[in-house]
């Protein structure tokens, strides 16, 4: 048997609890496919999207629900060894993936040499909506699990004041109609690393040229600085990943002095009748 009926059986059988039960879950709990949808899924080379594709596959080989299929990858400027790992992955997965370029990497390190990762993000997923929307699509599916979602609450709290989730589903602003979807919401990065080894795989981290200059320089990536946190907490609170990610669904706005909702701000004197005087120190 190939390394793709492999990969593929496991999901379902030896990582039926840690994967499988928590993909569907998520895609169950919060309505990700549908009957009519057309799902771009969208590969990055990385292990997340790699098992999100094959995720994908086998939810559609299985589910009452029907839905289409595209998987999509864009070159924003892959050394030719990256992407030529991203081929020979996807045919070993058996993914039949389209590739198409832009100058993303370029662009973005030229506008924000110093640091360009928000930029490419943003810059990357205008290119995939548009993508998916000229294949027929009305969704995007992205690789985002578990970690990413607390990581992300821990960011916004610690270096940009402010507390703000990563959701599950997000209507594009952008592009009308399109819809960004993230199936593996409930999954944890330590089981898509485990799924990966058990199989031999061997995929691409971030492939970028300023990735590839500091990646020795941990205090440059705040989400490796974030791991190592949540990594120390747990020495003394096992289960500190599951509270961050369970105190989204526990937030009590009227303990806050101020909450935005919808693009509006609301401070807590509203309800005494009274007005914002001015902003915090």
């Given at each position: 048997m190939g390394t793709a009926f492999e990969a593929e059986r496991s999901i379902i059988t030896t990582y039926r609890k840690r994967i499988w039960g928590r993909f569907?879950?998520?895609v169950k709990e919060f309505s990700m496919a549908n009957d009519g949808d057309k799902i771009a899924v969208c590969i990055s080379g990385g292990k997340d999207s790699m098992l999100l594709a094959k995720?994908?596959?086998?939810?559609?080989?299985?589910?009452?629900?029907?839905f289409d299929l595209e998987f999509i990858c864009m070159?924003?400027?892959y050394a030719p060894a990256n992407r030529a790992k991203i081929e020979e992955n996807a045919q070993l997965l058996e993914i039949p993936v389209k590739i198409f370029t832009s100058d993303v990497f370029a662009v973005s390190e030229k506008l924000r040499a110093d640091k360009p990762c928000y930029l490419c993000a943003r810059m990357r997923r205008g290119f995939l909506y548009e993508r998916a929307a000229e294949?027929?699509?009305?969704?995007i599916a992205l690789g985002h699990h578990f970690d990413d979602v607390?990581?992300?609450l821990l960011m916004g709290i610690i270096y940009a004041a402010q507390i703000g989730g990563m959701l599950p589903r997000l209507k594009s602003t952008s592009h009308p109609?399109?819809?960004?979807?993230?199936?593996?919401?409930?999954?944890?990065?330590?089981?898509i690393i485990t799924w990966s080894n058990r199989h031999n795989l061997q995929f691409l981290d971030c492939a970028?040229?300023?990735?590839?200059?500091?990646k020795d320089d941990d205090s440059l990536s705040k989400r490796k600085e974030m791991k190592k946190l949540i990594e120390s907490l747990r020495e003394g609170y096992p289960n500190v990943d599951i509270n961050i990610f369970r105190s989204m669904y526990n937030v009590h706005a009227d303990t806050l002095i101020s909450h935005d909702f919808m693009g509006v701000e609301h401070y807590f004197t509203e309800r005494y009748g009274e007005k914002k005087d001015e902003d915090p120190v």
């Open positions: 569907v879950r998520g995720c994908m596959q086998e939810l559609q080989r299985h589910s009452l629900t029907k070159d924003p400027g294949l027929g699509c009305n969704k607390i990581e992300t109609g399109m819809e960004l979807i993230r199936p593996l919401y409930y999954v944890h990065e330590k089981d970028c040229r300023f990735s590839a200059r500091v």
